[in-house]
């Protein structure tokens, strides 16, 4: 073999993909002794998985090992003996040598970035700095397209170009945390020479098989795996909990692929993301659909990403017989039921409680939720067409109501859940007062209970995340994280995790009105009420005393941050 590394990729190739059949034994095969371009040193052994009732997925795999191995005697002596006689020199002319880049890897980067979280349990101070890296890949306009989650909270990125050893300085165009996508830019000119952008497919098929490139931790160069769409469907992201559509396969897909392409047919029909919790070889990619769907609303509002939005309602199945004939269905009909209307959504004027909701644009909802998706039999949840709208886009719906027929139009709303899921590249709000920790409910804050974070958080602030919704656009869950021991909380210190309901007798709506309460109070105490039912009194004047003091002995810059 011409080097190490050949030798190491064809015995990957098929030592792993071609194994317990008819196997050959190069060594001692009389045809591959006398071809004098190869050096046998090593016995490579192969097998070949139904040939001819696998063709195309063989050709593929042939074609692989030529790119590494061509050799027209080879070729000829694979046509001679499996009769694969489609598979021309021409095919495989596109061949690089040991010491060139190959032109297809190169528009792939690895990005490491400097990670510096917010402590969302200490909200003055932040977490130790830590390294990370990912995968990205050059696009049009001379960009690098990667996963929101490998840039969120960095404070510094480098990318660095395949086979080359310098690392450049890159910086963030946009986030969109939604949908899991950043966009990334490099300065130096230096950087864009002989870089030749990756275009975009279109949605694969059940069954395609696709290459997945990146830099997986474990190593230091690329790495390419293969796999087959298994499934196509609306996916909890986990970075920020959408539901957006995603693309499931079989191939792995670790630390560090995060942002890599998944490439079919020297096109870009992914962007890989997460993996499955407990599942092997299983992985997820961001389609296409998708990426356009994100590039298209960054080229809307360059400077103020808006992101996906949402009907500010909630569903349920009809499959139930006698809950359609309850809600005046009649035979034939499929859809919806409305179960919640938010009030600060565009939903309130135009949705009511008890509403079917029977077609979304002119198609029809089956009573599971799903409407058609592509052409032949895949349905899919019909959330899948709000996801295509931008924020203002009027969506149409056809509706039952009290047995009537309504054709209505609903503007895509805004998402704005009471408890936000992710605040990246924010610093968290806090107040202290008196040595009481104030700050807004936020998944991070529950995050920070550890990855089983659900079961070990505290149980009703989580049910506030999950379930349940904002009454006003500027309502808050402010909580009490945590006491500071002092004179003036004596008593106090072992409340932790209380929702803060009142103060001084006014319902508090948000962090921002506490702090004017308390701010603006006159009275010689202040006395806060939680949802929990405990109650806490301070003394204001001796508050107003010790809180420098407090500052002062848990070295704490600023008693706020808003």
């Known amino acids: 073999l011409k080097s190490l590394n050949q030798k190491k990729l064809i015995e990957s190739l098929f030592s792993k993909n071609y194994k317990n059949k008819n196997l ?118 001379r960009k690098i397209m990667t996963n929101a989650h490998v ?52 949605l694969p098929l059940l069954q395609d098989e696709v290459q997945v490139f990146g830099y997986p931790t474990g190593g230091d160069n690329i790495s390419i795996t293969r796999g087959i769409v298994s499934r196509i469907e609306l996916v909890s992201y ?112 135009i949705i009511k409680h008890d509403d079917i909701i029977l077609e979304i644009e002119d198609q029809k909802i089956g009573n599971d939720g799903t409407i058609k998706f592509r052409a032949g039999r895949e349905r899919i949840p019909f959330d899948y067409v709000i996801s295509k709208k931008f924020v203002g886009d009027e969506l149409k719906l056809k509706i039952l109501r009290d047995g009537e027929l309504l054709n209505v139009a609903l503007p895509i709303g805004q998402s704005n859940p009471l408890v936000q899921a992710r605040n990246f590249d924010k610093l968290p709000k806090y107040f202290i007062y008196a040595g009481l920790v104030f700050t807004v409910l936020s998944q991070p804050y529950l995050m920070e209970y550890g990855d089983d974070w659900v079961n070990n958080g505290p149980k009703r602030l989580i049910h506030k995340l999950f379930c349940e919704h904002k009454k006003t656009k500027d309502e808050e869950v402010v909580i009490l994280s945590h006491i500071l021991p002092d004179e003036v909380n004596m008593g106090y210190t072992q409340l932790v995790n209380l929702e803060v309901s009142f103060c001084n007798g006014e319902q508090i709506n948000n962090l921002k009105h506490l702090i004017e309460i308390v701010e603006s109070n006159k009275s010689p105490t202040i006395r806060f009420n939680t949802v929990e039912n405990w109650i806490i009194v301070i003394d204001a004047e001796l508050a107003k005393k010790r809180n420098n003091n407090i500052l002062e002995t848990y070295q704490i810059p600023n008693s706020k941050r808003e």
């Open 151 to 202: 840039v969120a909270e960095a404070t510094f990125l480098t990318v660095r170009k395949f086979g080359c050893p310098t690392k450049f300085p890159a910086k963030v165009i946009v986030a969109g945390h939604d949908c899991d996508l950043a966009l990334l830019t490099v300065e130096d000119e230096e950087f864009w020479k002989d870089l030749t952008p990756l275009s975009f497919g279109s």
């Open 24 to 141: 050959i034994n190069f060594s001692n095969t009389t045809n591959l002794k006398t071809i004098n371009s190869f050096e046998i040193q090593k016995k490579v052994k192969f097998s070949f998985l139904n040939l001819r009732n696998n063709y195309d997925v063989q050709k593929r795999r042939i074609e692989s090992f030529f790119r590494v191995a061509l050799n027209n005697k080879i070729l000829n002596y694979f046509n001679s003996t499996f009769n694969y006689n489609k598979l021309e020199s021409s095919t495989f002319s596109n061949i690089s040598n040991d010491d060139e880049a190959q032109p297809e890897l190169i528009p792939i980067v690895k990005i490491s970035a400097e990670i510096t979280n917010p402590n969302y349990f200490i909200p003055w101070q932040k977490k130790t700095s830590r390294s990370s890296t990912g995968s990205g890949f050059i696009i049009e306009g």
């Open 238 to 349: 986990s970075h920020a909990l959408t539901t957006l559509l995603a693309i499931q396969i079989d191939a792995a897909i670790n630390p560090g692929n995060s942002g890599g392409p998944a490439i079919k047919d020297d096109k870009v029909i992914g962007v890989a993301f997460q993996i499955l919790a407990g599942a092997e070889n299983m992985g997820y990619i961001i389609p296409v659909p998708i990426i356009k769907r994100f590039l298209a609303e960054v080229e809307r509002s360059p400077n103020n990403y808006i992101g996906f939005g949402k009907l500010g309602i909630l569903c349920q199945d009809t499959e139930n017989p006698h809950l359609r004939r309850f809600f005046k269905m009649q035979p034939g009909m499929t859809g919806v039921l409305v179960t919640f209307v938010s009030p600060i959504s565009n939903a309130a004027e």
